[in-house]
């Protein structure tokens, strides 16, 4: 069974500090993808990354895939209100579009 | 364009009736899926349906769980005989392709089920 540990669950953080999120499998995937989940609604997609070693940069956000495509990183630098949310990690498997999900890591950022 | 809907909104029902969770997908996309949510938590999947190939039906949790997708295009998920542990938001998504996990899946609000 593939499995996606997120780490870590819950970040309380304050307007401007930087933070890195992780999600780790022992399993390797083919793809790993970043959501971001408001209350209310479903998630929305961030970023795709399909290459070992892959590195995605949008606007603060940077998203690493690792080298043998097992974890990946989500780093935001200077952290607004407007970050606030649920970010999931989901690996992508080799059963079609079956996405495994990550259990979420509940984002604050203060004022 | 629209995008994924779902309905109801929520529902509330009793222990042991059956549910019924539609949703509509995004014109086009020939893949569509089914997650579980508890509170705050990530995404438990339930079932995907590609094209006319046989529903990937793997993350049922039990045989009280059930999907169909007619025409390729709206899709039920039905609940029999409901539990208090079937409480959860139910998420559907459609993709433009299912062959791979590297396409986007736009997702519909949910439906919040509570079961009393």
């Known amino acids: 069974t593939q499995l996606l540990e997120q780490s870590p669950q819950f970040l309380s953080i304050q307007e401007g500090e930087n933070l890195t999120v992780y999600c780790n499998s022992s399993?390797?995937?083919?793809?790993l993808q970043w959501y971001r989940q408001e209350p209310g609604e479903g998630p929305v997609l961030l970023v795709t990354v399909v290459t070992g070693g892959e590195v995605k940069k949008l606007k603060r956000l940077t998203f690493q895939f690792g080298d043998a495509r097992k974890d990946s990183s989500l780093h935001i630098t200077a952290a607004q209100p407007g970050d606030t949310g649920l970010y999931l990690c989901?690996?992508?498997?080799?059963?079609?579009?079956?996405?495994?999900f990550g259990q979420g890591t509940e984002l604050s950022v203060k004022p | 364009g629209a995008g994924v809907s779902q309905s109801p909104s929520n529902k509330v029902t009793e222990k042991g009736k059956d549910v019924e969770l539609r949703c509509d997908p995004i014109s086009g996309h020939t893949a569509l899926y089914w997650y579980r949510q508890s509170l705050g938590q990530g995404l438990e999947f339930l079932i995907y349906f590609q094209g006319n190939s046989a529903p990937d039906k793997s993350g049922l949790p039990s045989d009280r769980f059930s999907a169909e997708r007619t025409g390729g295009s709206v899709s039920t998920l039905t609940i029999q005989r409901t539990q208090q542990e079937d409480s959860a938001v139910y998420l559907c998504a459609s993709s433009l392709d299912g062959t791979s996990g590297s396409y986007e899946q736009y997702f519909g609000p949910g439906t919040r089920l509570t079961v009393t």
């Open positions: 399993s390797v995937f083919s793809s």
């Open positions: 989901a690996g992508g498997t080799n059963q079609g579009g079956k996405l495994i």
